[in-house]
């Protein structure tokens, strides 16, 4: 047998023991191999691990300690195996973590000519984002092997990334950002002038991955007039053999001519781009044409002409825009360069106001079968007073008229048939309606909601004999959209609804139109996102889960959409809902759901070190630093964050797999990073005012300091897990947990009203003073007094006390003053109400409490604390409050039961029905011109039976939710 196939065998066995658990015998082989003179770092660097997988102490230290002094050998350890087992050991190792990164530079100087050892020392220090060591060993490995090119490349890429990083100081940034741009620079001038000379200097630049590289370094050095000379210039300019006028190397001069503020030449190049070929037919096309009519050049071309501030610039630039809307009257950014334009004149006072309304007008009747009329014109009718808002929206009903006599009488079937008009209510709803409260602005807004009804209903859809699953969205589901808002804004004023006041009932009603839409729409984006933010805000968490089923989330949409339902999802239906046919348990389950999404972020990490590894072997630079972006974005996602507090708080209240692999994520203390999108929803609400995404939030917007607080909540049930779980009585609690709670002694924990609801502000402060009881008993540098524990716990007898008066009934037979403002009444004549998401949220986050107090009591009775300690903690007032935690308990109970048999109701459903149809319209009873004209219009819009289905499974998901509320209860 040769030694090779020897030394292979000796290894597998030891490879087995280890896998099999069995570290002692792996010891012992590896001891033996050693005393029998097989005296290698590798083998040394083995026995050390091994020693350092050990559960006791004494082998774990025993094994650093022998790790750490192969890190001091001199010569030092050069074998790649060795040192790949010698990092394995200490990488995770906080304080030899440098130790760990630092045997790579070492053996790369040992070893210059191992090519893989350099490689492995810049791979690491890449990977975790360490650009200074990187750069260092690109360095290295474009000295030793100058005839690879790519190290060149690499090592100025690395000083890009140290110059971009906020996290480096100024003078590292200046320092690298210099070097950088002298190297790229050098790259640069040793590119051939002559096209017809093909092979250039190796370190030469000769991709075009490699002139973007050029053109972002250019850029952290304010050196844009240099970027535009280059691409200018013969052999890096546009059209140079490497830039080939890729459009994206267009789109970059662009950019550098507006930053360098280069406007004379900004202006020709914008006109030259734009030119139309002179044997172009009018309103033909070309591919070449399409491309530059992009709002980027029109753009810089609006930009060039009001910096140069010349009248007679503005004219030109006037008549070569009508020039070219003549030849091309379906460009869209030619139409709009033009109002940008007259808006600018008139702001010189070379035209009138008067001019952009013509231009809109005029813009309206070119673009008014196109769904992006409304929102292109919006921000210029914004600008005019009430009287040109009339006439415009004047004009615009008068087009929408004769469009339609002219296509009924042309029999048109065009599926954007009805899109004038579609926009025609769209500009009504932004500037017409009064959302005042007032007899007048109120019927108004019924009869716009009637007609929005009547035209959906009445519009022919040219697939409607289609299967559901095929049926795409349709331009009239706009009006049905339409209608739901009116509504909401309507029975908002109405009600006069206040800051945390429950919901209106009319979002029954909201949500039984959109439902029907969706008979029709089955995948109308917008639809479905607004029916998911309704569903919650009803508190039908099940509904909820079931119709963003529908939005078919993957991957990034996990980052930047699933926050319209996960967010507070964990304390308004935490338990899984009853399984649904068709449906996956993450589709009815909240924590599979949160779970799933976790993974998502978990597989990002190696999905975009791989896309960073890949792109740096094919110098693809300016994606890598895009993957370097997007993985440190989703590192330290806002959603990431609260994705993990929020599974582990469902984990807490209703069970589930353990939540340690999250661990890191909570510890992370680095500023989290928002990138959250609401742009899926319908906004036709006036600029600058509240989009209409605003209204119907589930609470505010969490952010940075509502995830601090969650970790609070976090902190204070990891503590009290560890410590009253566990088989041993422990004899203290600075003992027996590795949570240092000292921090929170005197912490001062911001609660913003404009991010936390009331219940999360009231729980987290609770929350904060357990963690400080907790930090003055358990800390021993703290002074422990009486009196600050006393004061403590006063605080959290003096919450329960509170609670309990607040929620309990003034009668046995008088509901809870606390469903008059968290439930939703159904009826004006009697006391039919149904949960809503403030009822079960205030309640789940109050159970919350209440499972933590009790943890912490049980934890002080207990914990044997030192004599000292436990006369601060007297057992009379621990039983007092653990008494009032049950009573808080039941009255919980008795409301939530109180609200099941109100939805069991047998006139509930008929109650609902009278939502969904309108039979609640609020109208002044001197008032009955125009009643009933939005319940004429549902009636004919809805079957009863799909009508009665919809309220019996709002019904259901009721009793799920108050069903969840009790199941939390029972295990208190």
């Not at 004379?264 to 030259?272: G, I, K, V, Y």
């Not at 439902?515 to 039908?540: C, D, F, M, Q, T």
């Not at 330290?636 to 994520?665: A, F, K």
């Not at 404009?754 to 021993?780: D, G, R």
Request: aromatic share 8%.
């Amino acid at each position: 047998m040769s030694a090779t196939a020897v030394f292979e065998r000796r290894n597998k066995q030891i490879q087995d023991a280890i896998d099999g658990q069995n570290l002692k015998q792996a010891l012992q082989l590896c001891e033996k191999r050693l005393k029998k003179g097989e005296d290698s770092h590798f083998l040394r660097a083995w026995k050390a691990y091994i020693l350092f997988k050990h559960a006791d102490d004494v082998h774990h230290k025993r094994g650093v300690s022998e790790t750490l002094e192969l890190c001091r050998i001199e010569p030092p350890v050069s074998d790649i195996d060795a040192l790949n087992m010698i990092y394995t050991t200490l990488k995770d190792l906080d304080e030899h973590a440098g130790t760990a990164r630092d045997i790579w530079q070492k053996a790369a100087k040992a070893k210059p000519q191992a090519l893989d050892i350099q490689l492995r020392w810049f791979t690491l220090a890449s990977e975790i984002g360490d650009w200074k060591t990187a750069q260092k060993a690109a360095m290295s490995l474009q000295n030793n092997f100058p005839k690879d090119r790519k190290y060149y490349f690499w090592a100025i890429f690395m000083c890009y990334l140290i110059t971009i990083d906020p996290a480096n100081s100024e003078t590292d940034r200046k320092l690298f950002g210099t070097l950088a741009y002298r190297m790229i620079s050098k790259a640069a001038s040793s590119v051939p002038t002559d096209p017809k000379e093909l092979l250039s200097p190796p370190r030469a630049i000769q991709t075009a991955e490699e002139l973007f590289l050029l053109i972002k370094i250019f850029g952290t050095q304010g050196r844009y007039d240099e970027t535009v000379a280059l691409l200018n210039s013969k052999n890096l300019g546009l059209d140079s053999r490497i830039a080939q006028n890729d459009w994206s190397f267009v789109s970059e001069k662009i950019a550098n001519l507006e930053s360098a503020g280069l406007w004379d030449e900004a202006l020709s190049f914008t006109r030259e781009l734009l030119a139309l070929p002179k044997d172009l037919a009018n309103g033909s096309t070309t591919a070449a044409a399409q491309e530059k009519d992009d709002w980027r050049v029109w753009s810089l071309l609006l930009v060039a002409t009001n910096k140069l501030g010349k009248q007679e610039t503005a004219q030109e630039t006037q008549d070569f825009i009508t020039n070219y809307i003549k030849r091309q009257p379906k460009s869209r950014n030619a139409q709009l360069a033009s109002l940008d334009l007259t808006e600018n004149r008139i702001s010189t006072n070379e035209l009138a106001p008067k001019d952009l309304l013509s231009a809109c007008k005029e813009y309206f009747d070119r673009n008014s079968s196109k769904l992006y009329c409304f929102h292109d014109l919006r921000k210029y009718l914004i600008k005019f007073d009430r009287s040109m808002q009339d006439e415009f929206q004047v004009h615009v009903s008068q087009k929408v008229v004769a469009n339609q006599t002219e296509d009924d009488q042309k029999q048109v079937t065009d599926p954007f048939k009805g899109v004038a008009a579609i926009n025609a209510l769209k500009f009504e709803y932004c500037f017409q309606l009064s959302f005042q409260g007032d007899k007048t602005s109120g019927q108004k807004v019924e009869d716009f909601v009637s007609r929005c009804l009547h035209i959906y209903r009445n519009t022919e859809r040219p697939n409607q004999t289609d299967s559901p699953s095929t049926i795409e969205s349709q331009p009239s589901d706009d009006l049905l959209l339409l209608a739901v808002m009116g509504l909401i804004r309507l029975h908002e004023v109405k009600a006069e609804i206040k800051p945390n006041a429950p919901p209106h009932a009319v979002l029954v009603q909201a949500a039984g139109l959109i439902e029907n839409l969706l008979l029709k729409s089955p995948h109308n984006y917008e639809a479905l996102l607004l029916l998911v933010r309704i569903y919650l805000l009803l508190g039908a968490g099940s509904l909820a889960l079931k119709s963003f089923h529908k939005l078919s989330v993957k991957q990034m949409q996990y980052e930047t959409v699933a926050h319209n339902l996960f967010t507070r999802l964990a304390s308004i239906h935490p338990q899984a809902a009853p399984p649904f046919e068709g449906l996956d348990r993450k589709d009815y389950d909240p924590q599979t759901a949160m779970r799933q999404a976790l993974t998502f972020y978990r597989n990002s990490e190696t999905a975009t070190t791989y896309s960073r590894n890949t792109g740096l072997e094919h110098g693809s630079y300016v994606n890598v630093a895009g993957s370097i972006e997007l993985q440190k974005d989703l590192k330290n996602s806002i959603c990431r964050r609260m994705w993990t507090l929020e599974t582990r708080r469902i984990q807490r209240l209703v069970g589930g797999d353990p939540v340690g692999q999250y661990d890191h994520i909570v510890s992370n203390t680095e500023p989290v990073v928002d990138k959250r999108n609401f742009d899926g929803f319908m906004n036709c609400e006036l600029p600058g005012e509240p989009s209409f995404e605003e209204r119907v939030r589930i609470g505010p917007r969490l952010g940075a300091d509502a995830v601090k607080a969650m970790t609070v909540t976090d902190t204070l049930f990891s503590f009290l897990r560890s410590n009253t779980t566990t088989k041993k009585t422990p004899t203290s609690s600075s003992q027996s947990s590795n949570i240092d709670l000292s921090p929170y002694l005197d912490l001062d924990l911001p609660l913003p009203a404009t991010e936390l609801t009331p219940a999360e502000i009231e729980n987290a402060t609770i929350h904060l003073t357990l963690l400080k009881a907790l930090a003055t008993l358990t800390t021993t540098t703290s002074k422990q007094s009486s009196n600050g524990i006393t004061d403590h716990l006063t605080a959290l007898e003096s919450f329960l006390i509170e609670k309990s008066t607040t929620l309990t009934p003034p009668s046995s037979s008088s509901p809870s003053p606390f469903l008059s403002t968290t439930t939703i009444p159904l009826s004006q004549s009697t006391t039919s109400t149904a949960p809503s998401w403030l009822y079960l949220h205030n309640t789940m986050s109050l159970l919350e409490t209440l499972k933590a107090t009790a943890l912490f009591v049980a934890y002080l009775s207990k914990t044997k604390f030192p004599a000292a300690t436990a006369k601060l903690v007297p057992k009379d007032k621990l039983a007092a409050i653990e008494k009032l935690v049950k009573q808080v308990v039941e009255t919980v109970e008795s409301n939530t039961r109180y609200l099941k048999r109100q939805i069991s109701e047998s006139g509930m459903l008929g109650e609902l029905v009278e939502w969904v149809t309108g039979g609640y319209e609020v109208v002044a009873s001197e008032e009955k011109e125009g009643d009933g004209v939005v319940r004429k219009e549902i009636e004919e819009l809805m079957d009863t039976a799909s009508l009665e289905l919809f309220c019996g499974s709002l019904m259901e998901s009721w009793d799920e939710g108050l069903d969840g509320v009790l199941g939390i209860c029972g295990g208190l």
